[in-house]
């Protein structure tokens, strides 16, 4: 009882013993796949290289043994077979040896057959079993991989660190743009009701304007009637210039000068009207322009102000006196052109009694109509300014 309890307890230390170089040999495994894992491919490469010139060789030593074995034994078989054959000859009586020639020596040489492969051969396993040798010798190969992985570690903390303020940044400028574009749709959408007010306003003016013109229509005719009577009474005199145009035509070309005006002064303050907008929208740029400068002036030194608004106005008083000297030098040039044009022409003498028109008697008009017209000249000026 004794010796089977010692031979248990030595069968549980070699258990436990057997249990430790398993765990060690699953450390040692997992050690060896992280060190084979770090390994350069170009070690690995190298290694395979070099072993598999090493099984070369091995198999043409091997090969040149077994053929230099397998002949040797070829040429002892056929020497033991000619010692027989020589021998049988000798014993049988009244035989002759037959006489060999030269030639036929040289015959007798017999290749050998060819050396027949063996059993690794014939499975193509001629390995010798040996695992790569490391690559890691030494500790301080380790730590020099660990440092080239922390310092490529810290270069890639870095790029992220640089790019992520980066994003940061550039999300604070979307939002700044965002809250900046909501900031100007609002203003473009009060600017738009605040203009449909306006249109609205006008719209109404324009339909009071369109019943006072139909009132008036009925005095126009009068005054056309009227003036085809002085016309036809006044034929010897020359024809009168028209004391009224078109109301529609006027209306046409103070819009047409006004907007472009406008658009001048646009393309000074903002810059070309690439979108084609009208005078009202384009005023409202403007304005809105004129503000931001306001804004801007506001927070600059106010000596530097006045003196840079001084220099302006003496620029524009300098400029204006240019222009007003040009007119009055290209008005003379004029007056002095058609004077000499009257000089060149020949003289006409007038012969007989000169033609004296009839004197037309002006007509008193009633108060209440003159009060009309002026009320309807008042507000067609107010609604074009």
């Not at 008193?364 to 109509?369: A, L, N, T």
Request: charged letters at 50%.
């Amino acid at each position: 009882m004794q010796e089977i309890k010692k031979l248990n307890a030595s069968i549980m230390h070699i258990k436990s013993r057997k249990l430790k170089s398993q765990e060690a040999l699953e450390d040692c495994n997992r050690y060896r796949d992280f060190l084979e894992s770090i390994t350069p491919q170009e070690y690995k490469d190298e290694q395979l290289r070099l072993k598999k010139e090493r099984r070369s060789d091995r198999q043409r030593i091997r090969r040149e043994k077994r053929s230099k074995w397998w002949h040797e034994k070829l040429a002892a078989e056929r020497e033991e077979q000619k010692k027989k054959l020589e021998a049988e000859l000798d014993t049988a009586p009244g035989a002759r040896r037959p006489r060999r020639k030269r030639g036929d020596e040289a015959a007798e040489v017999i290749e050998d057959p060819p050396t027949p492969r063996t059993p690794d051969e014939e499975k193509g396993d001629s390995s010798s079993g040996e695992d790569i040798p490391m690559y890691f010798k030494e500790s301080q190969q380790l730590l020099d991989i660990f440092a080239g992985l922390e310092e490529s570690n810290l270069f890639l903390i870095e790029n992220c660190q640089e790019t992520e303020e980066a994003l940061e940044d550039l999300k604070q400028k979307f939002e700044a743009e965002k809250a900046k574009t909501s900031k100007e749709t609002e203003e473009l959408t009060r600017q738009m009701a605040e203009l449909q007010a306006q249109i609205d306003s006008e719209k109404e003016k324009a339909s009071q304007l369109e019943a006072r013109s139909s009132s008036t229509s009925k005095v126009d005719e009068k005054k056309e009637k009227e003036k085809e009577k002085n016309k036809a009474r006044g034929r010897g005199a020359k024809e009168e210039p028209e004391e009224e145009e078109d109301k529609s035509k006027i209306q046409a070309e103070y819009e047409k000068m006004l907007n472009e005006k406008v658009t001048q002064v646009y393309e000074k303050c903002i810059g070309e009207n690439d979108s084609n907008l009208d005078a009202i929208p384009m005023l409202a740029h403007i304005e809105k322009n004129l503000e931001k400068v306001l804004d801007v002036i506001a927070t600059m030194d106010e000596d530097f102000v006045q003196k840079e608004e001084a220099k302006r106005d003496k620029e524009r008083r300098e400029e204006r006196r240019a222009k007003q000297m040009e007119e009055k030098e290209r008005e003379q040039m004029i007056k002095m052109a058609e004077r000499q044009k009257r000089a060149a022409q020949p003289v006409q003498k007038k012969t007989g009694k000169t033609l004296m028109t009839r004197h037309m008697h002006e007509r008193r008009k009633k108060r209440d109509e003159k009060e009309e017209t002026n009320d309807e000249e008042e507000d067609i000026k107010e609604f074009f300014m």
